[in-house]
């Protein structure tokens, strides 16, 4: 999100340059239930930094619903969320409480964001800052019950999109506070706000959005931001968030299948920036765009209506792009906000009868050869109980897994039993089990590492490509391997980024938990990435162009499991890659 801004805004730059009256609310755990958001709603982000009051911006707009943007640590490693990671500004009612009181007052409501650009560029989105899944569920029950809030926005973009272990946590965590909140009678829902490209979301957002699915997590609304594309492309900003918003449309009926046609409508969201943004005017949102994308809003019916941000609404500072206080074209003052305010309207009205799967433990370690259990517990989340079939997936080769009883009424539990053969390859693998009632279906999983030898190894499979294959790698469309330019033996990686992917070749190792090892490899092309994501995060880039050597120092978590990768940047040359180890 601009200012903290989309994530290409930084890859262009790197690229060229080488709380009154009202008041509901109680101490943290005490409040009562919040009052669900519509079923359609405008809710423009309000830059939270700035000094500005929300409730008198929200008056003089005619923005009733505002997305409050952003809360973070203060820094990495933190498990404390602050607004705009600013001590001073801590999760409390005497910190924007008052302004809230006054715009639930007036019928509005907010929605506070988590993350934003510098967070997720500087480690303190708290999902990846902190490393504990029950303190970071923590932090958002404190931010629902302090503010008193039904819906909970995760705006992830940079650095917090190839952070497997953080978007890990942040799922799973969302999954913990979906159990407490229905177990305590309150209606949460979470968003996430996601880049995009014209035709939908970039595999980095969807993996965000497959492991949401894995955890068991609901995701309530998808909103991805319709701006900042830096393709260099040819841009009508109506028709682009129109083709995006379809593409993600067809995405999301392939994650959930079960989702009628409106239902998925009803998932999504956009966000548009108005007037010129941060890539500059060839990407400029017209007060005409706006009328075109309200209209086809309203058509479609999908859920939320957005744009970055409230503060920019305005045409004081013609010719500027990306500013936070002004659109950079002539405009009436709140001319966005006016037309857009009008989409606000339904009720939100949870199912009439629906339930809840969840699994402890959520994840387990055993020896080839070995076996271990879990418990999948159900829970009645609205209306009457249901009897509910459940399944599971993801066993790989040498692993069965079985489920008894195979059925039970919602409420009850099952046992879940897993085991491994002698032959069981080492690694990390994750086993989701689903329970169906008629349309609805929800999902848990259960993180099954098999141990490998001496607790781990560091064997790279196909480290220098001699194979003349991709495999064990997984990689993004349009990677290879190339018999020249090499660095050593007769075979290299050739991979080569697009304008929506980075061209990534991964491949996940099972090591010694809590050691400390060295990634190394050698590398040429503009922008050519070496790193570790998963149970470590550590990476480092060179642009040359001949043959430079790579080292990432790194230290294994509590799982031993990391995802050693190699890619370009966005709409870069290709990157040749060769000889890599892990020592």
Request: charged content about 10%.
């Amino acid at each position: 999100m601009t200012r903290p801004r989309s994530v290409r805004a930084l890859l262009a730059g790197v690229a060229t340059l080488a709380a009154s009256a009202g008041l509901a609310l109680g101490a943290t755990g005490t409040a009562q239930a919040a009052t669900p958001l519509p079923t359609h709603v405008f809710a423009p982000y309000f830059e939270a930094y700035n000094g500005d009051s929300p409730a008198a911006l929200s008056q003089a707009s005619g923005a009733r619903y505002l997305t409050m943007a952003f809360l973070q640590a203060d820094t990495k490693g933190s498990c404390t969320p602050y607004w705009n990671g600013n001590t001073s500004t801590p999760v409390d009612t005497s910190v924007f409480g008052s302004d809230f009181g006054t715009i639930r007052s007036r019928g509005g409501d907010v929605i506070p964001s988590l993350g934003g650009y510098a967070a997720d560029n500087g480690g303190t989105e708290i999902a990846d800052s902190c490393t504990n899944v029950d303190s970071v569920a923590a932090a958002y029950e404190k931010i629902i019950t302090t503010y008193d809030v039904s819906r909970l926005d995760m705006d992830v973009e940079d650095n917090s999109l190839t952070d497997t272990a953080g978007i890990d946590r942040r799922n799973q965590a969302i999954k913990k506070v979906q159990d407490w909140a229905a177990a305590n009678g309150r209606s949460v829902q979470f968003s996430y706000t996601l880049p995009t490209t014209t035709s939908g979301l970039a595999d980095s957002g969807l993996a965000v959005l497959r492991s949401a699915k894995n955890a068991g997590a609901r995701i309530d609304v998808v909103n991805i931001m319709t701006f900042d594309y830096y393709d260099g492309a040819t841009h009508h900003m109506a028709t682009d968030t129109q083709t995006a918003a379809s593409g993600l449309h067809d995405q999301l009926a392939t994650l959930y299948p079960n989702m009628s046609d409106s239902q998925l409508w009803n998932s999504i969201g956009v966000t548009e920036m108005p007037g010129i943004d941060d890539y500059g005017a060839a990407e400029t949102f017209t007060t005409a765009d706006a009328t075109s994308v309200y209209d086809w809003a309203v058509a479609k019916g999908i859920n939320t209506l957005s744009f970055w941000a409230l503060q920019r609404d305005n045409g004081g500072c013609p010719g500027t792009g990306g500013s936070d206080s002004c659109s950079g074209i002539a405009q009436d003052t709140w001319y966005f906000s006016h037309t857009f305010a009008p989409f606000t309207g339904g009720t939100t009205t949870p199912p009439a009868n629906d339930f809840n799967v969840s699994l402890s433990p959520t994840a387990a370690s055993v020896d080839p050869g070995g076996s271990t259990t879990a418990t999948v517990k159900t829970s009645v989340t609205s209306g009457s109980a249901q009897s509910v079939n459940l399944t599971v997936s993801g066993a790989p080769s040498g692993v069965t897994a079985a489920l008894s009883p195979a059925s039970v009424t919602a409420g009850g539990t099952a046992a879940l039993s897993v085991r491994t053969s002698a032959s069981t390859a080492p690694g990390t693998y994750t086993l989701t089990v689903t329970g169906t009632a008629g349309p609805a279906s929800h999902s848990s999983s259960l993180t099954l590492t098999v141990n490998g030898s001496g607790g781990g190894t560091t064997a790279l499979a196909n480290a220098g490509f001699e194979t003349g294959s991709l495999t064990p790698w997984t990689c993004d469309g349009g990677a290879s391997v190339v018999t020249s330019p090499v660095h050593g033996g007769s075979h290299a990686l050739k991979t080569t980024p697009s304008a929506s992917q980075t061209g990534q070749c991964a491949q996940t190792l099972t090591l010694k938990p809590g050691t400390s090892y060295t990634l190394s490899g050698w590398v040429q092309g503009p922008y050519s990435y070496l790193g570790v994501s998963g149970g470590a995060t550590a990476s480092t880039w060179a642009s040359s162009s001949s043959w430079s050597k790579l080292t990432v120092p790194f230290t294994t978590g509590s799982s031993g499991t990391v995802t050693v990768y190699v890619h370009g940047w966005y709409g870069q040359g290709a990157v040749y890659a060769d000889d890599l180890s892990v020592s």
